[in-house]
T-cell receptor, first 114, second 113 residues
């Protein structure tokens, strides 16, 4: 596709539900990042993939958060047993190279946990 | 945790005026980038400045970097109402094995027509 695509754009979950957020990066982009953005704040790093390898997951806030990119393209961020504090916008970004350069962001998935 | 801090947190100016936003960071960097985010949208890359560069221009944007003070500034000249957005600095820390960018809290710019 022309850009990074994320789905769903909006998700409302009841506390305790599991959610899955999908990211389609730009074709051929090696690096893929997930960020969490709370209202009025800057994005906070969650995890990073280089192709299918998850090289850094230091930003995942708890073991309820899990991300995968099994074939080195599409990625899924899964949140188990959602809590109210998980409410945020989840942003996916990709970049062409392994070394950090420009990141291309998707529009984000806004998660609201009731 | 966020590496950068933008100053001011919010800025309101009239169309045609210049807008200056500042960013301070804590660790040594490979490069520093500025991004723009319209309300409810993703971030869009504006400009990247490397640690060995001091100033860079792109259209109406001018970015400076002072590595001795660990600070950067973004100047938008002749602002337009369409420049209304949040602006974030992001750093690629030296020795960053994860290649991720660390973002600041952002400056919310409002340009009044």
């Amino acid at each position: 596709g022309a850009g990074v695509s994320q789905s769903p754009r909006y998700k409302v979950a009841k506390r305790g539900q599991d959610v899955a957020l999908r990211c389609d990066p730009i074709s051929g982009h090696v690096s893929l990042f997930w960020y969490q953005q709370a209202l009025g704040q800057g994005p906070e790093f969650l995890t990073y993939f280089q192709n299918e390898a998850q090289l850094d997951k230091s930003g995942l806030p708890s073991d309820r958060f899990f991300a995968e990119r099994p074939e080195g393209s599409v990625s899924t961020l899964k949140i188990q047993r959602t809590q109210q504090e998980d409410s945020a916008v989840y942003l996916c970004a990709s970049s062409l190279a392994e070394n950090t350069g420009e990141l291309f962001f998707g529009e984000g998935s806004r998660l609201t946990v009731l | 945790s966020q590496q950068g801090e933008e100053d001011p947190q919010a800025l309101s100016i009239q169309e045609g005026e210049n807008a200056t936003m500042n960013c301070s960071y804590k660790t040594s960097i490979n490069n520093l980038q500025w991004y723009r985010q319209n309300s409810g949208r993703g971030l869009v890359h504006l400009i990247l400045i490397r640690s060995n560069e001091r100033e860079k221009h792109s259209g109406r944007l001018r970015v400076t970097l002072d590595t001795s003070k660990k600070s950067s500034s973004l100047l938008i000249t002749a602002s337009r109402a369409a420049d209304t957005a949040s602006y974030f600095c992001a750093t690629d820390a030296l020795g960053n094995a994860g290649n991720m960018l660390t973002f600041g809290g952002g400056t919310r710019l409002m340009v009044k027509p």
